[in-house]
């Protein structure tokens, strides 16, 4: 069994990964590509922010199983992930702020992509290109709670591993 990972970083303004990772056997490989996903700029007096990513990957892996890929919590847990005050007026007595936001595998926001239960991968990568999309939401900031957050950059890291 071959793991390889990627670090999906999120930033409030961009969301891009970055490839590492390595082979079990010479016969086997996958590579892994994807693109950013740019929240934007989130106003707490707004709405919430949707945006949407994909990632492709080519896998040749022999009589290995099928690649299966999965994303990590990043900071707090699956079902709550949240973005860190990183840099900007947030760092001034605010460091403390989390931007709560989550990665989903349907433009409807209804399956969380890491859940138990939930497939993250197209059916069958085996030997073949494959690509999906990841959607990612920020939620509207509840006045005096979830995501009424200072001004500044946040961000988080999210590692996606594959395995075959």
């Known amino acids: 069994m071959t793991m390889r990972s990627l670090v ?3 930033v409030l303004t961009t969301l891009g990964l970055l490839a590492t990772g390595g082979r079990a056997f ?3 490989s996958c590579s892994i590509t994807a693109a950013t ?3 934007g700029s989130y106003d707490v ?3 919430a922010l949707a945006v949407s990513g994909s990632i492709s990957m080519t896998c040749v892996t022999g009589g290995n199983p099928a690649p299966h890929a999965t994303l990590s919590s990043g900071s707090g847990t699956i079902a709550d992930r949240y973005m860190t005050c990183s840099s900007g007026a947030c760092l001034t007595g605010f460091s403390t702020d989390q931007l709560h936001y989550n990665l ?3 433009v409807a926001h209804a399956a969380i992509w890491g859940a138990t239960g939930v497939a993250s991968t197209p059916a069958n990568c085996k030997n073949r290109s494959c690509a999906w999309t990841i959607f990612g939401l920020v939620p509207a900031a509840i006045g005096g709670g979830t995501n009424d957050v200072s001004v500044g950059g946040y961000a988080d890291a999210i590692t996606v591993t594959v395995t075959y």
């Open 104 to 106: 989903y595998t349907t």
């Open 45 to 47: 007096y707004g709405a």
């Open 37 to 39: 996903m740019p929240f």
């Open 26 to 28: 010479a016969a086997a």
């Open 8 to 10: 999906l970083l999120g």
